[in-house]
């Protein structure tokens, strides 16, 4: 038995032989002839001259072996419909979207833009790109028109494949009408829009000669058989943008034969899913947790995966739950802001279904706080884990690899560097911090197979964004801060942007808003530095409760702010005070669930909120407003 240690070890010093191994777990049309190219720093390409496809891996080799082992579960608690497709049936329904793409004239390396609610369509739409050799470009449903016209221009799609509507909350989201807006505003619409009718947006209108009809055009191809395409390892297998949390949002580029063996390799290692089990990640296919682990990483494996459309207090808190005990779901994926809504229900929701078939839970994509963390692992009584990862790298970058080791958990940390990243922090000087002490998270290249290979479009971007945080060494900046014990567990403080100087001692946001969460009547909070003329910068803290009544007069809540800060006082000392602490009933966070802290900051700060094309709730900006002036 090798430990963890040896095996991260090997991956950075033997980094071929690692790979070579682990690319055995996909299957290759075409060997790669060569394992690492990084003849061209920052620039590198993985299992050059291999060829394979990411269908191919993910449901034909499962079809032939298992085809009638559930491949994709689709639930939707907004329509109530609910519909297993086999891996044989999964792959039909692909090769007749594929026929239709071929229809419309999309053929290898043409960019196929998917802008679609969370349908079992949009799985078919993603999966038909991969086996034709197109790439896909999903826009997250619900997006403006004008983030939508913004990236129609960039990818130049030749198809667009979308729906009348979504549904969220019991209400019809229209994504037909946005599109045609979108389609206005861009420079390079596409020429033809592929439709699905769910028949929630009854007569909505059609653009003659380019609006097309999928229900209609799959009765064309019922017994269509469309070849799967062998791509080179090192093409480009979708484009998918960050979340605009810090600015303006970055097209990732994703490479084929890296993020096949990558995601294989992650399914075993980090996740300990096998073939024939479910997984369940409650994330968006407009996410990268849903490109890499709703659609390519469980199918890969062989797993079912389960698609849901829904929130996960509707019809009521037990939903997930629910879905859990019925589909035997062995892992699950969410988010550190699903736990804290989860919070505000009754615990009796998680005691209500039969869980056992559940090992592990695992949260990514903003820092899981320790309060929340002993909560949800005390009420489910399984092993949660935080990792942390970026859509640029595609795959978690900490985490404890729960396939190759046991290693203890520690609340609020991602634990360890995953295999293949050779992680580290740095001073701003660009020498390497020493244990217990804060800096940059960075990475030294060549990034790991699976990671971006560069910008969209923009190789200066590349590198300018990534790889310039020192003249010297080379290091990938992931822009966050963090810190390593001395035991090698290292916790994400917050975005190197956000860190708080007051009176030259820096605080990571996290560091306050983990000390604010230990308060029992907080479910949520957001810690922002606002400049001050004597200390440089102030916290102020904008808190959620778990009930608003525990601060609904301002005596309460003036009792309440005092008692939360004396919380950051015992953890933190009385430096990292917050100067307010206001109680407000929802924060502002993207679509994708993280908290806009900037233009929380810039509020506060009396300037304008910035860009906020991805903010999901606009209003809850109007309540900090309202909190600065009370
Ligand atoms: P943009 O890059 O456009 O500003 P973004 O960084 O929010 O947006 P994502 O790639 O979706 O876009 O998010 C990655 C970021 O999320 C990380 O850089 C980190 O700040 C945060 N994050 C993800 N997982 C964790 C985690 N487990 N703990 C702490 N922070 C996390
Ligand atoms: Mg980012």
């Not at 909070?525 to 003329?533: L, S």
């Not at 000392?573 to 908290?595: E, N």
Request: aromatic content about 10%; charged content about 25%.
């Amino acid at each position: 038995m090798t430990t963890y240690q040896e095996f991260h070890r090997r991956s950075i010093e033997d980094r071929d032989g690692f790979w070579s191994e682990q690319a055995q777990l996909v299957h290759w049309n075409k060997q790669p002839e060569q394992i690492c190219d990084y003849s061209r720093p920052p620039f590198v390409k993985w299992f050059k001259g291999g060829e394979t496809n990411l269908f191919y891996n993910a449901v034909d080799r499962h079809a032939a072996e298992r085809p009638d082992a559930n491949a994709l579960i689709y639930i939707s608690t907004e329509t109530n419909e609910e519909k297993v497709y086999s891996f044989a049936e999964l792959q039909r329904e692909v090769e007749r979207m594929a026929a239709i793409y071929q229809e419309l004239g999309v053929r290898k390396g043409d960019r196929v833009l998917i802008y679609m609610p969370m349908i079992a369509e949009a799985a078919f739409a993603m999966l038909a790109c991969a086996r034709i050799g197109a790439i896909h470009s999903v826009v997250f449903g619900g997006f403006a028109a004008n983030s939508l016209a913004t990236r129609i221009d960039d990818a130049k799609p030749v198809l667009m494949v979308s729906a009348d509507a979504g549904m969220r909350n019991g209400k019809p989201v229209p994504y037909k009408h946005l599109l045609d807006e979108a389609c206005k505003l861009a420079e390079f619409p596409p020429q033809k829009v592929l439709l699905v009718d769910r028949g929630l947006d009854k007569g909505f209108p059609r653009v003659e000669g380019r609006d097309v009809d999928y229900a209609e055009l799959r009765a064309k191809h019922m017994d269509a058989k469309v070849p799967v395409a062998w791509v080179e390892a090192t093409e480009p297998s979708y484009i998918l943008y960050t979340s605009g949390t810090t600015g303006k949002p970055k097209g990732v580029q994703r490479d084929t034969g890296g993020y096949c063996v990558a995601l294989a390799a992650s399914m075993q290692h980090i996740f300990s899913g096998d073939a024939g089990e479910t997984m369940f990640s409650t994330s968006d296919i407009g996410w990268v947790v849903g490109h890499s682990y709703i659609i390519y990483g469980p199918l890969i494996a062989g797993m079912a995966t389960i698609m849901y459309e829904g929130t996960p207090l509707r019809p009521d808190a037990g939903i997930w739950w629910q879905i859990v005990e019925k589909y035997k779901v062995s892992v699950m994926f969410s988010a550190p802001t699903a736990v804290r809504v989860l919070k505000k229900q009754d615990p009796a929701w998680l005691k209500k279904y039969d869980l056992s078939s559940l090992k592990h839970l695992f949260l990514a994509g903003e820092p899981l706080d320790e309060t929340s963390h002993k909560w949800i692992m005390d009420e489910l009584g399984i092993p949660v884990i935080d990792n942390y990862w970026q859509t640029e790298t595609g795959w978690p970058i900490l985490a404890i690899c729960r396939g190759v080791e046991q290693s203890p958990i520690k609340l609020g940390s991602p634990a360890f560097p995953v295999y293949g990243y050779d992680l580290r922090i740095y001073r701003e000087d660009g020498t390497e911090c020493g244990a217990n002490e804060k800096g940059i998270v960075g990475i030294v290249p060549p990034l790991p197979p699976g990671n971006l290979s560069t910008v969209w479009g923009q190789d200066e971007r590349f590198i300018s964004t990534y790889f310039s945080l020192f003249k010297e060494p080379l290091v990938y900046s992931s822009s966050d801060w963090g810190i390593k014990d001395e035991n090698g567990y290292h916790s994400i403080l917050g975005r190197m942007d956000d860190v708080i100087n007051v009176a030259g001692h820096r605080l990571g946001t996290r560091e306050i808003e983990e000390a604010v969460q230990t308060h029992p009547a907080v479910a949520e909070v957001a810690v922002v530095g606002v400049a001050d003329e004597v200390k440089g910068q102030m916290p102020m803290a904008f808190a959620v409760l778990k009930d608003a009544s525990a601060a609904d007069t301002p005596e309460k809540a003036a009792a309440l702010e005092k008692e939360v800060m004396k919380r950051v006082d015992a953890s933190l000392g009385a430096i990292a005070r917050p100067s307010r602490v206001h109680f407000i009933t929802g924060l502002p966070k993207t679509r994708s669930g993280k908290m806009l802290r900037r233009s929380i900051q810039a509020l506060a700060e009396g300037r304008d909120a910035g860009d906020l094309t991805t903010i999901e709730d606009p209003s809850t900006l109007d309540q900090i407003k309202a909190a600065l002036k009370g």
